[in-house]
Each structure stands twice: as C-alpha cells, then as structure tokens.
C-alpha cells in the first residue's frame, strides 16, 4: 500500500542539511540539482510527533497500551503482545517497522525559487555544482509544495487501518522543522492519492483523504472493525518468456543509498561507491519476502529455490557512466556505460595517470615476466625522471573512443551531519554528531542478474513489462525508512554476459595459443583441495580453475585480498569471515598446446565464475578485457529509455524564455527598417508594465506621423493625423501584434511570474526592435 501525501508550507521553513558557520541548521537541504528536499529522517520525525499529537486526544485514551503511546509511567516501555497504533506504525525493539518515508522532493520550485530571488538574492535554481555551496541564508518561502509516500509492502485490513491512523496524524500537524517552536515551519499534510490491492468503495465526491478520515473514525473513534471493502487477490501479471537467462540490470538511485561497511569506524557510516552484490541479493530477498506469503509451504518452496538454492545470481552493481546531454535537452542522460574496477596489472605513471589529462599511458603486466617499475615517458624525457607506475584504483570505462585514453568514471558522494538520535526513544545524544557519507541520488549503477526460472521470479517481484524489459522499485541498504535507499530497477536480456562488462565476445579477445590475462570483475572466494582460503592466483590454483589436462606457464600475478563478514540478516544464515581477492586482482599465462575446445571453456567460466558465493556475485572473470587494449572494438552503448531517465527539470524562466525567443524570431527584419520604429521601441520600452491587450489597442487604431510618435512616447496616448506612419509599415504592425498577441498567451501558463516575466519580455522586444533599426542604418 502507498499512502502519497502533500505537504504545503504556510510559512518560511528550513531544514537544514547539517552544514553551515557554526550553525548546524544554516543550510537548506537541497538535491544534487538544487532543488528543496526533505529528507525521510525529517519526514520520520514528523510522523512521530504527529502520532504522538493524536494519541494524546482523550478520545484515543483505550490505545494506550505502553509509554511510547502516551501512557503513564507504571506502563511497559514499549507494547509485547497486543501493540498500540504508535508500536505498529512505528515499530518498537520487537516489531520490525512495516512503514517506510521517502524523502520529499518540491513540486513547485519555481514559485518558491521566485519568492527567494527578491528576497535573498540567492537562486535557488544552481545546479549541481554549486548544490552544497554555503549560503548565508537559506530560508524557503512559503507556499512551497512537497510530496512524499509513506509505503508498505503489505496490503490488508490491518494496514488499511494503519493508514487511517496515518493519515488522521498528519492532517492534524501543524508544524514542522527546527524551528517549530519559533513559528516558523507551520505546514499543512494532506493525502494525495492512494495505491492499494485492496478494493475499496470509495464515492465519486468523496477525496480519498475524507474517505481515509472516516475509516478513521469508525476504526478508532467508534471501535467498529472494518469491513467494507475486499481484497482483490494478488494477481502477477505473467511475463513474456526470455530466450536465456541473463538479463543486465540498471539501477536508478531515486534517494541517497547508504551502504554501510562492516568496519564503523566510530561514527562515522562509510558507504561503498558500489552496491555490493550480497545488498542487491538482500534486498530483491526482502522484497520476495514481505511480498509473498512465505506461510504458504509452495510457496517457501520456490523461495528457499530462488534464494538458497542458487537458482538467482547477481553481481555487484558498479557506478555506470553516462556523458552528459546537451544543455537543452529534457533529460540529464540518455546513454549510459558500463565501468569495471581497474585492474591490479594495469599500471600507470603516478604523476601523468592514463585517465588524466597529458597521460603517460599504461604498461599491461600480467603478461610481462619483468614487471616495470619506472614510467617510461618519464625516463625518456630530458631530464630523466624516475616516476614509480601504480595502479589506478577507479572505475574505468567501458566504451570505443577515437580519443587514445581510457576515462574513469565517478561517484557522487553526499555527507549529512546528524545529531545522533536515538530511534527508539526519539531523544538526541547529549554532544553526539555523526556524519552519513552516502551515495547520491541521481545515479546509475549496472551489473548482471541470472536467474533460472524467470516466471518464478516475477511472481515474488511482479514485474512491469515494458517494451525495453523489465521494471520495478527496490529500496537497498540502510536507512530505507528514512528516506534511503529506493531505486528504480531495469531488466533488459542480454546474450550473453560477456555482452554486460565486456562488449565484445570470447572470439573476438582470446587465441588461446596466445598469452591471456584472466581478470577478477568482481571479488573472488576461493579454495585450494583442503578448503583453505586461497591468498594468492598462481600456476597451481589456475590449473585447478582451467581444469584437468590443462597445463599452463605463468607470467605475473597482481593480487589483494581483504576479509570480508558473510552474513545473511534475513535469511538468518551465520555470520562466518571469508578471504576475498578482490576485484582486479589478475594472472597473465599461456596454455600449452591447448585442446579444440579450450575457448569454450573459458566461455563457460565467464559464464559460471569461480569460487564461492556465486549468488551474491563473488567470482566473476574475464579473459583478455578489451580494458587492455582500450576498448577497441566495443558494443556498450545503453540508451535508456524514458522511464529509467533523469528529467532536467527545467525552470519556468528558462522555458519562458526559450518560447518567448522563438515567438520573437518570427520577426522580419525588413518590416521594421523605417526609422520611426526607434520611437515605438521607445514607447514599448516605456510602457513593460501596461496590460498587453492594451498595447494592442493603441497600436491597433495608431494613426499617426512621426512628430506625433514622440508625442505618444510622453502622452501615451494616440493621436491622429494626415500622415499615416503605421500604415504605411502595415506589415510592421501586424507582426507586432501577432507577436503581443502571442506573449499574452504564452503568458497564461506563467500565472504567478506574469508580471516579471511581461516587463522582461517587452524589454527584449523593444530592443529587437532598435535592433533592427539600427542594424539597417548600418548596411
Ligand atoms: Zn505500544
Ligand atoms: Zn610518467
């Protein structure tokens, strides 16, 4: 079920991002683009205080059961056994929350843009660079609209119940932010829309909020049960059948993610700049999980297939790059890349790296027996510097360029500084600050997902089927009830999976009478014959890799390893520590005398991978990436379609403008060569804030010569005479008109900028005009 509210603000707000001089509330938070936002935390917090408003009401005394309810002192700290509304919304120590907030993103910007620039002078229509510059002040004005949606996967009568209370909650708020205790933050909470499984018998002149509002009143008020309405049965659409099983999956970050390591460092929360393949795998669980009724034998049966038993693979998500549109474009990107992190053996001068500008290239090493130490440019040049090579450590792109040089791609990262709170209670940590590092909203990240029974799969996801693939919304990581983690997920079949971080099949990288590098795309878990964590890549432990009767003569190995925790929280798995060697770590070999059908095989290892905890995406490898000889050849290239596109959103100033020129472009020079146009660009100039109709009238009965155009100019009034200026210049007029006309339309789109607009506009006309004028004296 998905509650979606709006929130409109009746007076100055300001939620602050954290950051600011000395004052933690100083900055309006605001997305990457520059837009308001508010974040799920604020949102939760919100919830919380209105909840606790409504069970204070008398007439909600019988639901108090515990202290989180409003009861007295001898109650119990939070409800056991029967739960209050607060400990069922909410959640409490015992009950997991059902509920999640998203963050509120602003409906109107422009408006409340508008409002800020007489007032502060400080435009809140920046974009991505200048997002977290500090401003001195950044108060948003009133009349700002935000939506958000509280959700839940479940759908009954017991949520339906809760949504009452939801919705009853908020619509009694008043306040909101810092500041609500100064007067400033009054708001107003309505409910929008509602999606819901449920059937419900909702009338044709009832809102759906009046109608929330008197289930309200019957559940909770009068104590009747509710009963009015039915369950439509949970229906999955079938899909259309796949040719295989590979799909390559691309992920849209909606809201900040936050991935945490297993290292805390005190309190800071890190985040990976990549969605580890066991978070993505968690999360598609959890999904299945609260989707499904797992009560139902049958159906935990094709669960425990899905999600133990191996019949679902994915791999870590890495950062897609994505060039940039036009300026002009709807859209912020069309076409996205795959990357894949750098190869360990892929060394590059440490002052003039392959990715930046200038570069001294890279060495390939794994195949080189002596491995190099110096950067050759460097040693070549005149002065003979010994610079060391290192590796790069970035995600680097996947894509054919003329250009020589390969390019990295990044992560945009967002930190928030929050005064610790404690969830449960609510109540801040006495001096407790603590920083999220998040990965941004905004993003795409991209991998691959295998999966054995496709149909199954939907039925746990219920996917939407769309000309391009397969959609649906995830939330991943921490933080989800709190306006973290949910994106937007596309399926496209691919042939193959070599087509998702390779761009070029088997045939066309390895002879296996050839050197080859196998490279880790993703970490790798694997054990030598004792089941002892394996450290290290050499002849011994590829051999095993390669199969019986495949003899091999190693070049260089590159390899790390780190420790990681297995865990599985929900499917309740224990926590164990592995040895991982971790992505880009690499081996260069030869084969000896290689069998007809060794290509095949390691086709099928691109395939499978290798080691443990294929799953979760662990063991992903490739021969001869095309990375090493920089994409040469590649087919990469991902148009998104619209639905997986970032709308540019693009002001209400800026799309005036860009009709208004248009409208003004359809004027011919030649109709204005006359002189005296000057006069009437004069009296356009000094008449911007007179009503168009107007303007139009005194040029519609203008009669007049010149002498008495300057008279116009300071009587503003129409005068007659013999010689007819205007109608000598018919065609001048005309088009003036029609272009008024056209400005006076255009202008009813723009109800609350009208009048700034118009005086800008006429301005631009009136110097067109000279324009045109003294551009033919010049001729
Ligand atoms: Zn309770
Ligand atoms: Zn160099």
């Given amino acids: 079920m998905k509650l979606i509210f709006e929130l409109t ?65 001898d109650a119990q700290p939070y409800c056991t056994d029967k739960l209050c509304p607060t400990c069922r919304i909410l959640g409490n120590p015992g009950v997991s929350k059902r509920w999640r907030i998203s963050s ?29 510059q500090l401003f001195s002040e950044e108060n948003c004005g009133k009349g700002a609209k935000f939506t958000f949606q509280v959700t839940t996967e479940a759908n009954g009568k017991e949520t339906l119940e809760e949504a009452t209370f939801i919705t009853a909650a908020f619509r009694m708020l008043k306040n909101f932010g810092a500041s609500r205790r100064r007067g400033k933050g009054a708001c107003q909470i309505h409910l929008h829309d509602l999606k819901t499984e449920l059937d419900l018998p909702i009338q044709e002149q009832q809102t759906v909020e009046d109608y929330l509002l008197a289930l309200f009143k ?9 009963s009015n309405f039915s369950k439509i049965e949970d229906e999955v659409t079938p899909v259309t059948t796949s040719p295989n099983n590979f799909f390559r999956i691309v992920v849209l970050t909606e809201e900040p993610l936050l991935i945490a390591n297993r290292q805390e460092a005190g309190y800071r929360y890190k985040s990976h700049l990549y969605i580890p393949g066991s978070t993505l795998f968690g999360a598609l669980a959890w999904k299945a999980a609260s989707r499904r009724d797992l009560k139902d034998e049958k159906t935990y049966e094709k669960f425990i297939k899905l999600f133990k038993r191996g019949a679902l693979k994915v791999t870590p998500l890495y950062p897609a790059y994505f060039p940039k549109s036009q300026e002009k474009s709807e859209s912020i990107a069309k076409t996205i890349y795959p990357t894949i992190p750098s190869p360990l053996d ?25 491995e190099p130490k110096k950067c050759e440019v460097c040693l070549s040049k005149e002065k003979k510097k010994e610079t060391p090579l290192k590796p790069l450590n970035e995600y680097l792109v996947i894509r054919s360029l003329s250009s020589k040089n390969l390019k990295k791609a990044e992560v945009a990262i ?28 905004n993003q795409y990240f991209l991998g691959l997902l295998e999966v054995d029974d496709f149909q199954v799969f939907n039925e746990f996801i219920n996917l939407e089927n769309g000309e391009e ?27 193959s999976p070599a087509d998702v971080f390779l761009g070029k099949p088997i045939q066309e990288r390895v002879n296996v009478k050839e050197p080859i590098t196998m490279t880790l795309l993703t970490g790798a878990i694997l054990l030598d014959k004792w089941s002892r964590f394996q450290t290290n890549l050499d002849k011994k432990m590829l ?38 060697l971790v992505s880009g770590s690499s081996i260069g070999f030869k084969v000896k005398d290689p069998s007809e059908e060794f290509l095949t095989t390691l086709q099928k290892l691109e395939e499978e991978g290798i080691g443990l905890r294929k799953a979760e995406g662990f063991g992903r490898i490739a021969f001869n990436h095309p990375i090493y000889n920089r994409n040469a050849g590649v087919k990469t290239r991902i148009r998104l379609p619209n639905s997986m596109r970032i709308p540019r959103r693009i002001s209400q100033q800026e799309s005036f403008d860009k009709r208004w020129e248009d409208s003004l472009s359809t004027l011919n020079q030649n109709d204005f060569s006359d002189n005296s146009w000057i006069a009437i660009a004069r009296w356009i100039q000094e008449n911007v804030q007179t009503a168009i109709p107007e303007l139009i009238n005194t040029l519609d009965e203008l009669n007049f010569n010149e002498g008495n155009i300057k008279d116009l100019i300071k009587a503003r009034k129409v005068s007659r005479t013999k010689e007819l200026f205007l109608e000598k210049n018919t065609k001048g007029r005309e088009a ?44």
């Fill in 469 to 495: 693939g397969f959609f649906f919304n995830l939330t991943i990581g921490k933080g989800i009830s709190r306006g973290y983690g949910k994106v937007r997920v596309w399926l496209q079949n691919v042939d």
């Fill in 9 to 73: 603000t009746l007076s100055d707000f300001h939620i602050g991002s954290g950051y600011g001089k000395g004052d933690l509330d100083s900055v309006l938070l605001k997305d990457r683009f520059g837009a308001p936002v508010l974040r799920g935390s604020t949102l939760k917090g919100l919830l919380r205080q209105a909840i606790s408003d409504l069970m204070s009401l008398d007439l909600l005394e019988d639901y108090r059961f515990c202290q989180k309810s409003n009861g007295n002192n």
């Fill in 346 to 370: 892929l060394l590059s001068c440490k002052l003039y790296p392959e990715t930046e500008k200038g570069s001294h290239g890279f060495e390939h090493c794994a195949i080189k027996k002596e």
């Fill in 414 to 441: 967002k930190e928030e500084m929050h005064i610790s709170i404690d969830l449960d209670t609510g109540k801040t940590k006495p001096g407790e600050l603590f920083s999220y590092r998040s990965i941004d909203s």
């Fill in 104 to 132: 509120a993103n602003v409906k109107n910007k422009e408006s409340v843009a508008q409002e800020k620039v007489t007032r502060n002078r400080v435009s809140l229509r920046t974009r991505t660079a200048e997002a977290r």
């Fill in 543 to 580: 051999e095993e890799i390669l199969g019986p009767e495949v003899e091999v003569e190693v070049f260089n190995s590159f390899v790390k390893t780190k420790n990681i925790d297995g865990f599985n929280g929900y499917l309740g798995l224990p926590k164990w520590r592995d040895v991982v």
């Fill in 218 to 226: 019957e559940r909770w008020l009068e104590g009747e049960e509710l």
């Fill in 736 to 779: 003036l008109i029609v272009v008024l006309q056209k400005l006076s339309d255009i202008l009813k789109d723009y109800e609350n900028l009208k009048q700034p607009l118009q005086v800008k506009a006429l301005k631009l006309l009136a110097d067109k005009l000279a324009d045109f004028v003294l551009s033919e004296g010049e001729q």
